[in-house]
């Protein structure tokens, strides 16, 4: 398998690497230089986002051949994305409150396809979140975001459980009780990043 970093090919050992996810994390925490952030992945010459929470788990590496990962300077990348967040968390926001109306009222299907679209924009939400948390370039401890972060992570784990169970009237109660209100919190915590990252300009 060809590994590049901005073109650049690098030495990974695979052995203890079982799928794609796992490739990524490896490469995100120990290749990655600590001033840059991964803005895209190619697989096989071909963009890769995922379609669902989780896809990246279950794509066995004996399907890739190449795998590029594209960077940019991370204190351009987190300035320009800090500022775009609040709208996205209103979008997302939008989305959950619309994915609960449809459980409510018995739309599963299209209900669950909203949900897809919206778990996947947490996902990047918190792929970026992790990634300011690995170089350091937030105040991580002094803004005291670690308790913030674990609790959303463990709600949308504990989210896509009751969908699997198809406990919809829970999910609805979730979305809208639990989530929503913390997300609408985040949009108060990404103003505290957006000044401590000027304060330590």
């Known amino acids: 398998m060809i590994i ?7 030495d990974l050992n695979l052995e203890e690497i079982s799928n794609l996810e796992e490739l990524i994390l490896d490469v995100m925490e120990n290749k990655v230089p600590g001033d840059r952030l991964i803005t895209e992945v190619k697989i096989n010459d071909v963009t890769f986002s995922e379609r669902w929470p989780g896809e990246a788990k279950i794509i066995p ?18 300035e ?3 500022e775009d967040i609040p709208n996205k ?3 997302i926001i939008v989305g959950l409150k619309e994915a ?3 459980y409510r009222v018995a ?11 919206v778990v996947t924009a947490l996902r990047d939400f918190i792929n970026f979140i992790s990634q300011l948390k690995r170089v350091n370039i937030v105040d991580w401890d002094k803004l005291e975001l670690e308790e913030d972060y674990d609790k ?3 709600l949308i784990d504990e989210m896509l459980d009751v969908q699997e169970d198809e406990d919809w009237i829970l ?3 979730l979305i809208e009780y639990e989530l929503s209100p913390l997300m609408e919190s985040w949009k108060g915590i990404i103003s505290k990043m957006k000044d401590n990252i000027k304060k330590n300009e």
């Open 61 to 78: 590496l004996d399907k890739i051949y190449k795998i590029e990962f594209l960077t940019k300077p991370l204190d351009f990348v987190a």
């Open 89 to 91: 968390i209103d979008e």
């Open 4 to 10: 590049e970093i901005d073109g650049k090919k690098i």
């Open 152 to 154: 959303l992570i463990k």
């Open 107 to 117: 739309d599963e299907q299209e209900a669950n396809l909203n949900f897809v679209k």
């Open 171 to 173: 999910l609805a109660d």
């Open 80 to 82: 320009k994305i800090l």
């Open 100 to 102: 609960a109306e449809l």
